[in-house]
Each structure stands twice: as C-alpha cells, then as structure tokens.
C-alpha cells in the first residue's frame, strides 16, 4: 500500500474517533441505561441498598411503635387432660392438641364436612385425620373451629396436651 492510501486511511480512522468522541461529549449518543441492566455489584448492595432498606424498615417500626401497635396474645400453655373410654373432647374454639397415650379416634360432626373429607388437621404427618380415623400418639393436631370436631376417646384411658378452650361429652350408649 502506497504511503499516501496509508495516511488516508489513517486520516479517515482519525476522522471518525473524533467525530464519536465529538458526538459523545455533546450528548448525542445514547447513554447506557442502567434500568435494563439488572446487574449490581456487592458494594452497591452493601454501600446503598442496604443502609436504605435498614432506614426503611427501622423508620416503619419506629412508626407502630409510636402508633401503639397491639401487643400479641399470650399463646397460653397447653393442659394435661385425663379422658377414659367413651369420652369425647369436643373443640369449643379452636385447639391446638397432643393424643400423649391411650387411643382416640378422629370425630367430625357436620356432614359437610365429612363428605368434603375435612377433618384434624395432623401438622406432623401433614396429612387430614378424617371421621373414625385413629389419631396417632405424639402428633401436633389443630382443630381450626368449633364446629364439632375432636377426638373420641377408645382406649380405657388415655391423656391429652390440649391448648383452648373445649369441651368434654360422654358416650351416649
């Protein structure tokens, strides 16, 4: 390549750096969009969005705190209940319950319930204890209301853990 096609060439190269360069510095190139691009770096994280989110949530509880926010309830502590056969410990509200030893069966009165398959909810096993199923020794059982669910008792004896408020029917033979 001859020296004068060299020194054009660079002459043109040198053209267009300037030109861009020109066009950048007075706006007229799109700036990068950083609300496309979701990365952010960790001191970004740690120097900025943290510090805002920690003043958030510390102004938002400051707020109830002035507001007079209700205090929780007290969870109250659960009962031992002594039941012999026959018995039956009916939900008056709902109960949160613990079948300690003896045998019981799951008891559900309403029949919409029955026929939609509701009955104890079992937290332990995860699982639905339906009408006349046996409820298992040692198992976290809610009764969510007070609609005639509970457990019958078919062992001789048998005790309970209970938390709520229920109450105790005997066997109507």
């Not at 740690?46 to 969870?75: D, F």
């Not at 109250?76 to 039941?83: D, I, K, N, P, T």
């Not at 949160?96 to 937290?123: F, M, Q, T, W």
Request: negative net charge; hydrophobic residues 45%.
């Amino acid at each position: 390549m001859s020296k004068l096609k060299k020194a054009a060439l660079a002459a043109a190269a040198a053209a267009m750096i300037f030109s861009f360069y020109a066009d950048s510095a007075s706006g007229s190139v799109a700036s990068v969009d950083t609300s496309s691009d979701p990365l952010v770096t960790l001191s970004y994280v740690n120097e900025v969005l943290k510090p805002q989110l920690t003043n958030e949530i510390l102004t938002k509880v400051n707020e109830l705190l002035k507001a007079g926010a209700p205090a929780s309830q007290p969870l109250g502590q659960f009962e031992v209940v002594y039941l012999t056969s026959g018995q039956t410990l009916l939900a008056a509200e709902p109960i949160e319950l613990v079948l300690r030893s003896g045998e019981g069966k799951a008891v559900v009165h309403l029949k919409e319930n029955i026929s939609n398959g509701v009955g104890l909810s079992d937290l332990t096993a995860g699982a639905e204890i339906t009408n006349g199923l046996s409820v298992p020794r040692n198992h976290y059982i809610i009764v969510p209301r007070a609609d005639g669910r509970g457990v019958l008792i078919t062992s001789k004896d048998a005790y309970l853990l209970v938390r709520g408020e229920y109450e105790i029917v005997e066997s109507q033979s």
